[in-house]
């Protein structure tokens, strides 16, 4: 389910997690270790930061238990450890590894990417999405920097009119007189990439030259021009089409350039600018000075294009392309910005699925399979430990169990259906809830695929930060800190700050750590 969080005067419609918890302003200590996990996840995996703050939440509320009956934190943080290690090891045993043909490959990619957007604003659109998240990750080069991957938000239109730009579009930037005059499209154009001021620089305040002679003074005006034009001649001479600029292009450079036919365009924020240089192959430039054909970017087709209200330069058909753009277009602007975070998620998704073609099945298969293995693990234990481990196998069923609730079903039944299912051996091992049918499928075949790692490192992040809670059994403060940090917020209210006196000897006040309780 989605959430509506007003700040500010801003309005943000979300069910993604790392931007749910980013925008709660939370300030309790042990609350902001899930914040830092959630955001962890967001940065590594891009999906999974709802699954990791449900799944730690969980996990305390059934320490919460075992502490309020007298059982040492640090025999918890044994049996979370010992239940941690024996999931990860299983799921390395239940891996399903793809073929690295290329074909299967892009179709594991795809159905990854759908699992993603399942739960997303646009998971009507999910296949059309996915097919051009995955198109557009294949054009990164072996490092895969997300970064050469732009989203640009065109309001209006319908949501499935956007679309995927192989090379790179950014918004029509400031223009001088004379712009109107340029071409507004090439064919194999010569792109030229600046970072370079061309125009006439205007005087430092107070700025003063003396001269003997009066015509002293039309001299110095003329070696301005003079190197304004040598700088334009020398961009000509190159033989670019298009000139791109980190820096302004003034009035009279546009002119010049719009007389031959070339069209420029300056103030190009420097991110565009990059991902303009890995497309085309060109090399940004400080100088106009030894320009050669091997700093000139290339690209097959290059125009000037009305997107809604907004004009657009669009760089396609880039054959040595290691940057894509995808021109996200929607009716409202939180829907929108919802969908390009949903976009976020894919994109981080493939990624990973790229690099690591190891799978499993999504739908709560994972985590019903997890638990039952723990259960039969616990069987050969005694003591604590036992009763430990069983409570983390009965924290893994919290995300098939939230999906049945958020999908509208009875999540009772439903658990007790998919623990019936799995009890059966370990060819029911992917047997999840499918919310299309409202009921439990194998959702391995129903092509719910998430990557492996994804898993490994919610399994690993949760466990790990709720340790790191455990093992807390005294919290120290500071009053007098406290005291001042109060008293500067009542002075900016307009209170008065009373005098401290110096040489006062810190007070520390030590606060029992026993309960935990975190509601989500």
Same mark, same amino acid.
Not at 65 to 77: C, D, K, R
Not at 362 to 378: C, D, K, Q
């Given at each position: ?60 509320? *059934? ?20 239940? &941690? #290690? ?9 891996? /399903? ?35 051009? /998240?995955? =198109? ?8 895969? #920097?997300?970064? $050469? ?25 400031? %223009? ?8 507004? %499209? ?16 205007? *005087? ?14 039309? %001299? ?16 000509? =001479?190159?033989?670019?089409? /298009? ?32 991902? @303009? ?10 100088? /106009?000075?030894?320009?050669? *054909? ?6 097959? #087709? ?25 021109? $996200? ?37 994972? =985590? &019903? =399979? ?27 069923? @919290? ?93 900016? &209210? ?25 509601? $989500?």
């Amino acid at each position: 389910m989605d959430k509506l969080i007003h700040t500010g005067g801003k309005v943000t419609i979300t069910n993604d997690g790392a931007t749910v918890i980013d925008l709660l302003e939370i300030i309790h200590p042990a609350a902001k270790t899930l914040v830092d996990i959630a955001k962890s996840q967001d940065a590594e995996m891009g999906d999974g930061t709802t699954s990791v703050v449900v799944f730690a939440g969980e996990l305390m509320k *059934e320490a919460k238990n075992f502490i309020e009956e007298g059982v040492h934190s640090q025999i918890l943080i044994k049996g979370y450890r010992t239940a &941690m #290690d024996q999931c990860l090891k299983r799921l390395k045993e239940i891996e /399903v590894k793809m073929d690295e043909t290329p074909e299967q490959k892009r179709n594991l990619l795809i159905k990854c990417a759908e699992t993603a957007l399942n739960s997303k604003l646009i998971a009507h659109d999910k296949t059309f999405f996915a097919e051009m /998240v995955v =198109e557009a990750v294949e054009h990164l080069d072996e490092l895969m #920097d997300k970064s $050469l991957i732009g989203i640009k938000k065109v309001p209006g239109g319908s949501i499935t009119e956007s679309f995927l730009v192989n090379g790179v579009a950014f918004k029509k930037t400031f %223009s001088y007189a004379g712009f109107e005059q340029q071409p507004k %499209s090439f064919k194999d154009p010569k792109i030229l990439l600046l970072n370079l001021e061309l125009e006439l620089k205007s *005087e430092k305040e107070n700025a003063e030259i003396r001269i003997d002679n009066p015509d002293d003074y039309q %001299s110095i005006v003329d070696a301005e021009w003079k190197i304004i034009y040598e700088k334009l001649d020398k961009i000509v =001479e190159s033989g670019a089409k /298009v000139v791109l600029s980190k820096l302004p292009i003034g009035d009279l450079a546009t002119q010049y350039f719009a007389d031959r036919n070339i069209f420029c365009a300056g103030r190009v924020p420097e991110e565009d600018l990059k991902r @303009v240089a890995k497309a085309t192959g060109g090399v940004i430039q400080t100088t /106009v000075h030894g320009l050669t *054909e091997t700093v000139l970017g290339k690209c097959g #087709d290059f125009e000037e294009k009305q997107i809604g209200h907004e004009r657009y330069n669009l760089f396609k058909e880039c054959t040595e392309a290691k940057s894509a753009t995808i021109l $996200l277009r929607g009716g409202a602007q939180q829907f929108i910005d919802e969908a390009e975070r949903s976009l976020n998620d894919a994109i981080m998704i493939v990624r990973r699925a790229n690099k690591y073609s190891s799978i499993v099945a999504g739908g709560g298969a994972i =985590e &019903m =399979e997890l638990s039952r293995h723990l259960r039969e693990y616990l069987r050969n234990i005694s003591g604590k430990q036992q009763l430990i481990i069983n409570a983390f196998a009965k924290a893994l069923e @919290v995300i098939p169990r939230t999906l049945s609730e958020n999908g509208g079903l009875d999540s009772t039944e439903m658990i007790n259906k998919l623990r019936q299912k799995h009890a059966g051996g370990a060819e029911n091992k992917w047997w999840g809830v499918d919310l299309n049918k409202n009921t439990i499928v194998n959702t391995y075949e129903t092509f719910v695929w998430e990557p492996m790692m994804l898993k490994y490192n919610v399994l690993s992040a949760a466990t790990h930060a709720v340790i790191s809670i455990l093992s807390v059994d005294e919290t120290v403060k500071n009053p007098k800190s406290e005291q001042q940090k109060d008293m500067r917020g009542a002075r900016q &209210m307009g209170g008065m700050m009373p005098q401290m006196g110096k040489g006062m000897p810190k007070m520390f006040q030590i606060v029992s750590f026993t309960q935990i309780q975190i509601k $989500l």
